[in-house]
Structures are given as C-alpha cells and as structure tokens.
C-alpha cells in the first residue's frame, strides 16, 4: 500500500519547536520509526513551506497511485481553503494528524479548515498521533477496497 505523508510549513525544524507541544523529535525521526514501524507499506514523506507544492502533492496522489494521505499542515489546518478544496477533489482516505492537542493550544489553532475535507483527526500524542494515522489510512483504505497489496 501507498500511503503520502504531507508535511506544512515549519515541520521541517520541529526538532527546535517548543518541545512541549511536539516532543523534541525530528520529522527525520519520525519518519524513520514510521517506515520501521510499516516495513510492507510504501511511506511517502513530503514536507513543503509552501501551500501549492502541498496542493500539487495532493492533486496527484491518485493519479500517482497512492491509496491514502496521512497530513500535518501545521499553520495551513486553521487558514489554508485551498488545500481543503484540493483534498474534496482526491476520493483517497485522507488522515489529519497533529502532535499537539489543538484544543489545549492557542484558540487562532482550536478550528481545522481543511478537517472537513479529512475522513478524521488525530491529535495530541505526540509522534504516536503519526502512527496511529498511518494505521488509520491503512484500514480505511483496506475497508474501501484499495490496493492493500504489500509494494515495500
């Protein structure tokens, strides 16, 4: 199975965040517990500060073959309609996941934009909100009828 994992802006230097909110790992650290975790799934990390390379990620997934999307936006999930807009367009299972619990943090962060256009949320357990979005995707995509095929 193919799973996109979409990364927004600022994921790239999480490492240096305020370890309270995001753990102090790197995204590299995570995707490498990711793709040990899930060895017969093929995992394909994207992180962008950019909203259209997100957007372009997205709108080719299908046409790429990938059988789900797991997605952190970071600061695009509270503004960006145009990344909700392109994820209504792809017919994917679509997993939001932050490491943060949203509603313990500011309020400008309590509102997901692009959470309508998801299949579901999990947030606030740090690099496990990753894991479990991974295995979210895989059973809905399974469920769906999607590739399921092992392609690692």
Do not use: C
Request: hydrophobic content about 45%; cysteine-free.
């Amino acid at each position: 199975m193919r799973i996109i994992v979409l990364n927004g802006p600022n994921l790239n230097l999480l490492e240096s965040r305020e370890a309270s909110h995001y753990g102090g790992q790197s995204l590299a650290e995570i995707e490498e517990h990711l793709k040990h975790r899930f060895p017969d799934h093929t995992l394909e990390w994207v992180q962008s500060n950019h909203e259209g390379a997100l957007i372009d990620a997205i709108q080719s997934a299908e046409a790429r073959h990938v059988d789900a999307i797991v997605a952190n936006f970071g600061g695009y999930t509270h503004s960006s309609v145009a990344i909700h807009d392109a994820l209504e367009l792809v017919g994917i299972p679509k997993i939001e996941v932050h490491l943060s619990n949203l509603a313990k943090r500011e309020e400008m962060r309590h509102v997901s934009v692009v959470g309508g256009a998801m299949d579901g949320s999990i947030a606030g357990f740090g690099a496990l909100s990753y894991v479990l979005g991974v295995e979210a995707a895989i059973a809905l995509a399974l469920e769906r009828g999607l590739s399921g095929a092992s392609d690692a």
